[in-house]
């Protein structure tokens, strides 16, 4: 833990708020940048891919963030049990389809090859962690990371998408699950595992 910073479990009433923040935060992401090239379609599409991802996690384990808002991290519990809360419950809008429809095959890509390396048992999946721009490089991450690795019941599954972020992944217990994955003309994705 960082000296004067706490962490706190998001309640549902500032679910919006973190769900800005973050799609701020990931605005220039390796991973976001390739799904959706152009600046606008990514600024339509993050708060609702990760209004969608913190929805599942209030479902099924927990958003954390700092005390100053500058850091989250989104923890999806996967198996069985939580398979309905995975998926909405709302049909897409037209206008939804809309804005997804030049993404399609990038997505379809993404979710084929990084599947191919998701734990097939139950496991904790962090899908983003992130930091606003002026708060990175603080540690305030990793803190949050060990923070719920702490009491982790499940095996923790993410895919890391920078070799930074590996890095710290590495010196928290993870270990690297097959080979990497390169998207086509865009990052490389490194799938990775922390056993019980």
Do not use: C, K, N
């Amino acid at each position: 833990m960082i000296s004067g910073m706490e962490i706190q479990r998001l309640t549902r009433s500032r679910a919006v708020d973190v769900t800005d923040a973050l799609a701020y935060a990931m605005h220039h992401d390796p991973l976001f940048t390739w799904l959706f090239p152009d600046e606008p379609g990514r600024a339509d599409l993050l708060p609702l891919i990760l209004g969608d991802l913190v929805r599942q996690s209030l479902d099924t384990d927990r958003v954390l963030v700092d005390d100053s808002g500058r850091t989250a991290s989104l923890w999806i519990r996967r198996g069985p049990a939580t398979a309905h809360a995975e998926e909405s419950d709302e049909e897409p809008t037209d206008e939804d389809r809309d804005l997804f429809a030049p993404y399609v095959e990038r997505l379809t890509v993404f979710r084929r090859e990084v599947g191919r390396h998701t734990p097939a048992r139950p496991h904790l999946y962090l899908s983003v962690i992130a930091t606003l721009p002026g708060a990175r490089g603080r540690g305030v991450g990793g803190a949050m990371l060990a923070h719920r690795l702490a009491d982790a019941d499940l095996p923790v599954y993410l895919e890391a998408t920078t070799e930074r972020g590996r890095a710290l992944y590495l010196r928290h217990g993870f270990e690297d699950t097959g080979d990497p994955v390169t998207l086509p003309d865009g990052p490389t994705l490194y799938p990775m595992l922390r056993p019980l």
